[in-house]
């Protein structure tokens, strides 16, 4: 309601961005999720507003994006095969098998 209705810069935290972003970022729960613990979701929360402008529209925008990514590709089973920001998240890099080059298979169940 905030951003939609009054222009004001907040994000919105569902199960799709919750997931998606603690992954990115790499948070010490991203394994083992707790979308009834508010210390994570706010955690999330206010990292995700730290790097964004103070713009209600950017707002929107990465918010969409982040529950679309989450729908998609970053499930509960990942489909990191078809990521393309791999290179940037902290789960794909922590799981990532450097010596054969390829991706650890069932990064996370």
């Not at 679309?68 to 489909?79: N, R, S």
């Not at 990521?83 to 054969?100: L, P």
């Not at 991706?103 to 169940?109: A, M, Q, S, T, Y």
């Amino acid at each position: 309601m905030l951003e939609l209705g009054f222009d004001m810069p907040s994000m919105v935290i569902d199960i799709n961005v919750f997931r998606t972003a603690s992954r990115i970022f790499g948070e010490k729960w991203s394994d083992n999720l707790n979308f009834s613990d508010n210390k994570q979701i706010e955690q999330v929360k206010s990292r995700i507003e730290h790097c964004l402008p103070n713009d209600y529209l950017i707002f929107q925008i990465v918010h969409t994006m982040l529950l679309l990514q989450g729908k998609h590709i970053c499930k509960a089973k990942t489909k990191c095969e078809k990521c393309i920001i791999t290179e940037h998240c902290s789960c794909y890099i922590n799981n990532f098998d450097k010596k054969d080059n390829m991706k650890v298979e069932n990064i996370l169940r």
